[in-house]
Nanobody
Framework: QVQLVESGGGLVQAGGSLRLSCAASGNIFSISRMGWFRQAPGKQRELVATITNGGSTNYADSVKGRFTISRDNAKTPLYLQMNSLKPEDTAVYFC????????WGQGTQVTVSS
């Protein structure tokens, strides 16, 4: 089993920045990739960014050039640096890990005011 705990969410004005962190514990060596998803009210959960064990990254088109996913070599913590935030980035952000099973954190709220 793997446990994921997010932190770093909050309220920020449009144009501002936030950095989310995800601490992983348990059998983290089973994880082959990690990432961030988000879910806005009334919408489906969507991919934000992912990173593989080899360091390859993938971003949603809506965040390319503004968000950066990174992690330490030990796989934890996982980070999401969010710059130039927009009101449409408002959502609950979830940390995700995959290693034959999907693991999810409890989520952290990000609110961007206009």
């Amino acid at each position: 089993q793997v446990q994921l705990v997010e932190s770093g969410g909050g309220l920020v004005q449009a144009g501002g920045s936030l950095r989310l962190s995800c601490a992983a514990s348990g059998n983290i060596f089973s994880i082959s990739r990690m990432g961030w998803f988000r879910q806005a009210p009334g919408k489906q959960r969507e991919l934000v960014a992912t990173i593989t064990n080899g360091g390859s990254t993938n971003y949603a088109d809506s965040v390319k050039g503004r968000f950066t996913i990174s992690r330490d070599n030990a796989k934890t913590p996982l980070y999401l640096q969010m710059n130039s935030l927009k009101p449409e980035d408002t959502a609950v952000y979830f940390c995700w890990g995959y290693g034959s099973l999907n693991y999810w954190g409890q989520g952290t709220q990000v609110t961007v005011s206009s």
